[in-house]
Nanobody
């Protein structure tokens, strides 16, 4: 079982930046992908970004590509999501999650989830 704890959310203005963190602990040997997903009010969970722990490959949704970047600090067992040029439509609860499926964009593929952190972007 993998335990995930997000932090770093908050209230910012359009154009600002935020960095989300996801502390990872527990069994990770079978975890191939670490993903970031989000859920806006009244909507389902949406894929944002993912990284493969073994190869360093990444994948981004079209809506965030070029603005968001995933990274990892192995020494701290922590994943990061750097979010730049934030827009009001980025407002959502952001989750980190782990999946066995390689770089999956389907939220149903992710079987371990953190508690989420709220990101609110005002216009």
């Amino acid at each position: 079982q993998v335990q995930l704890v997000e932090s770093g959310g908050g209230l910012v203005q359009a154009g600002d930046s935020l960095r989300l963190s996801c502390a990872v602990s527990g069994r990770t040997l079978r975890t191939y992908t670490m993903g970031w997903l989000r859920q806006a009010p009244g909507r389902g969970r949406e894929f944002v970004a993912a990284a493969d722990w073994r190869s360093g490959d990444t994948r981004y949704s079209a809506s965030v590509k070029g603005r968001f970047t995933v990274s990892r600090d192995n020494a701290k067992n922590t994943e990061y999501l750097q979010m730049n040029s934030l827009k009001p439509e980025d407002t959502a609860v952001y989750y980190c999650a782990s999946a066995r499926a390689l770089l999956s964009t389907d939220p149903r593929s992710y079987d371990n989830w953190g508690q989420g952190t709220q990101v609110t972007v005002s216009s």
